[in-house]
């Protein structure tokens, strides 16, 4: 795993639980920006698998 991909799993972690704790005490914002942070951390992991693709078409493509 790459640092990206750790990074995309903890903020969507943080997330989640801002998104349930803020549903929770009936804190929109909380949960807003709960959800952000799960969107966020999908898109940082999809660009750390995007990058792996890239990288290993440039290994296949090299040998």
């Known amino acids: 795993m790459d640092k990206d991909r750790i990074k995309g ?7 989640s ?4 704790v803020g549903k929770l005490v009936g804190n929109k914002k909380l949960e807003t920006e709960g959800k952000i942070d799960v969107a966020a951390g999908n898109v940082r992991k999809a660009v ?13 493509r090299t040998k």
């Open 9 to 15: 799993a903890a903020q969507k972690i943080k997330g």
């Open 17 to 20: 639980i801002e998104k349930t």
């Open 48 to 60: 750390s698998e995007a990058k792996d693709v890239v990288r290993d078409a440039v290994k296949d």
